[in-house]
């Protein structure tokens, strides 16, 4: 059977977690001591380790010979199928026939171990009724009763709710935390990464662990077992360090002609320019830092002004500006005006942003400001997921999945579910990286072609699904 690196390489003790040692401590001295809360809050995003840790405490404290805090991973209750630990998912059935069900038993003792425990995943999602059904329990807490309670948004939660858990932050995984972990994994994994390509993939994961590890599978199926920097490029359309640094050395030389042939070679490669703002920005950011550590002055002042530049792009393309037409506007401002305006519609002629442009272009030639902005297009991957679309049959996804070509797309699927909304379709990622991979020309082609030929020509939207939970 499939399992996802995550699952596979769950830490299984507290002192196998990656980070979180504020968090791990606190949990591991209530095991030690014997005086556990009756119910803990672990908040924090999306990959940091929140249900990973409510486990390894599920089995600490029913554990029959406890180690130090630790469970023993031994005893029958560890190794056992978990009759004394019950899972529920907020996110995907709210929670109410459990939380019901759960008032029940809660007066009878747990069948093994001495913790009846409730792990409940996204806990801001439970409905009012199965919250005030939580609180009741919360207030007169049976003795036996450990509630493991995760959410990824805990300002959603009822103050009530709040005031009777401890409560746990989890932080980002730093980069140097999840390359190490990636160095770790690697090998059991029979993935052969290469530093470079770990160090990347830690970047990208923006402190998730787990889409750092399925970063490491996605590449690894593209690059049959062998993960190098190249292979993550390729992957996730990124570019690599000194390319970017390249052409943001001609944007500030305001070479722009040399930097409108850049975007044009980058892009006829199948280079994501969406998520070159990111990428850039981090650049400019850490030379910028550099240089006013070492006192040159003008020097950082001059990235200043081009990271200024670039938070503006960065604010264009979330409004929904078309990433060619955002970045050419950066590369043309070398050029005089007029100059600029032509050149950037010499490099794109033909493209379909360009009609757009045309279109809504002010008519003085020599007052190209203000910026001509594309109108967001029909498809746009940053819009927000449709409340009412409904997720599509396990048969018509099969059907979808079976159409596509491209071996990226298959892989992104995984971490994508579709909707039906009506009028449209939705494809709806898990998490930022998925949907850059999704968003490279190839890729979306593949998965709007293989969802029509499926489902019939609608509007297709690419949206991120907020939802985390690990
Ligand atoms: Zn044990």
Request: glycine residues 6%; neutral net charge; charged residues 30%.
């Amino acid at each position: 059977m499939y399992r996802a690196l995550y699952r596979s390489f769950r830490p299984a003790r507290f002192s196998d977690v990656v980070g979180q040692e504020l968090a791990v401590k606190v949990l591991r001295n209530a095991v030690r001591r014997d005086r556990i809360a009756h119910a803990y809050l672990l908040s924090g995003p999306r990959g940091t380790g929140k249900t990973s840790l409510a486990k390894i405490m599920a089995r600490a404290v029913n554990c029959l010979q406890p180690q130090d805090g630790e469970p023993c991973g031994e005893c029958s209750v560890c190794l056992g199928a978990g009759l004394h630990t019950v899972e529920i998912d907020a996110a995907s059935n709210r929670g109410i026939d459990e939380i019901r069900d759960l008032r029940e038993r809660a007066r009878y003792a747990p069948p093994e171990g001495r913790f009846r425990v409730y792990i409940v995943d996204e806990v801001h999602m439970l409905t009012t009724e199965a919250f005030n059904a939580l609180l009741k329990l919360l207030e007169e807490p049976p003795p036996q009763l450990l509630f493991l309670l995760a959410t990824t948004e805990p300002h959603r939660l009822p103050a009530t709710v709040l005031s009777r858990c401890q409560r746990l932050s989890l932080l980002p995984h730093t980069e140097e935390n999840i390359e190490q972990q990636l160095r770790a994994i690697a090998p059991e994994a029979e993935i052969d990464l290469a530093p470079e390509a770990a160090r990347l993939i830690a970047r990208k994961a923006d402190g998730s662990m787990r889409d750092a590890l399925a970063l490491v599978e996605l590449c690894a199926g593209h690059g049959e077992g062998s993960v190098d920097l190249d292979t993550v490029l390729l992957a996730t359309g990124s570019l690599d360090d000194a390319e970017i640094t390249r052409f943001l050395d001609l944007v500030e030389k305001r070479d722009a002609r040399a930097a409108l042939d850049w975007l044009g070679v980058q892009e006829s490669r199948g280079a994501d320019l969406r998520q070159l703002a990111g990428d850039a920005i981090g650049i400019l950011r850490r030379r910028m830092h550099e240089a006013f550590a070492e006192r040159r002055e003008a020097e950082a002042a001059g990235r200043l002004r081009t990271l200024e530049r670039l938070a503006a792009l960065d604010a264009d393309l979330r409004r929904g500006m078309e990433p060619r037409l955002a970045w050419e506007l950066v590369a043309a401002e070398g050029l005089p005006d007029p100059v600029a305006v032509q050149a950037v519609q010499a490099s794109t002629a033909g493209t379909a942003a360009n009609e757009a442009r045309q279109a809504s272009r002010p008519t003085e030639s020599a007052a190209p400001r203000p910026v001509p902005r594309a109108p967001r297009p029909a498809a746009s991957p940053r819009a927000k997921p449709n409340p009412a679309a409904t997720a599509v049959s396990s048969e018509f996804r099969a059907n979808f999945v079976a159409r596509l070509k491209e071996p990226r797309a298959k892989a992104v699927l995984e971490h994508a579910q579709v909707y039906d909304g009506g009028e449209s379709w939705e494809v709806r990622f898990r998490a930022p990286p998925f949907l850059a991979v999704a968003e490279t020309p190839d890729v979306e082609r593949d998965i709007r072609s293989a969802l029509e030929r499926t489902g019939g020509s609608r509007p297709i939207r690419f949206t991120l699904s907020q939802q985390g939970g690990d």
